[in-house]
């Protein structure tokens, strides 16, 4: 009988401090299940922890035993075509569903509704702060992500000094995305985040020496529908 005991206090104890996590993937271009895509479960605390990993099966279906998060929500990050879609899950909230993308280098229909600049000067009138914001929408049909080296083209001013740079799909944190010097190109940059279907954000934040004036270049390698100038 204390056996018995000890062993139920056991199973109770696994089962306050672990959930079963079902979801399922589905692939948004092909409108069919996704197979064979890798599946990364995080839990969210002070910062992220790797928790759980796996593959999707030919229903494009997944499962873990998961850690317990007191409440604490779940994210889930699913690699198709070597494009990480993510998705938060909070605990017992029953099949979590996932989408993804084909992705191609190719992907038409990609346009830039708004271009907005924020100009800002420094304290003593020497330099020039600029927030580029760039809006770009993914309506390709069927829906497919951008994928490659260079996903959009910038253009900054001559002197501009890069400090932050950031891409932010839509529904998504913002994330910390690096801009490339284009060697063959004078003042060129690219992007090589992936543009999702929907809306993806791209951030540029530099400084450059100011003596009054500026020539103002909003070029990018897409024609943008708004070009917007802010000045706090």
Known sequence: MKHATLFLLFALTLSANAETLRGVVKNGTTNKPSPGDEVVLKRVGNGMEDVGATKTNSKGEFTFDAPATQ????LIWVKHQEVTYTRVAQPGAGLIAVQVFNSSPNVKDIS??????VL???SDGNLLRVDELFTV??????????NGQHTLDVYLPEGAKVEETSAQPAGNMALKTPVVPDKSAANT???GFPIRPG???FRVSYSMPYNGKIQLNPKTSL?????????P
């Open 223 to 231: 024609p943008a529908g708004n070009f917007l100038v802010v000045v």
């Open 120 to 122: 800002q000067t420094s």
């Open 189 to 191: 940059f690219f992007f």
């Open 137 to 146: 929408d993914n309506k390709s049909t069927p829906p497919m992500t951008r």
């Open 112 to 117: 830039m509704p708004e271009h907005m600049m």
């Open 71 to 74: 409440g604490r929500p779940y």
């Open 199 to 201: 809306q993806t954000q």
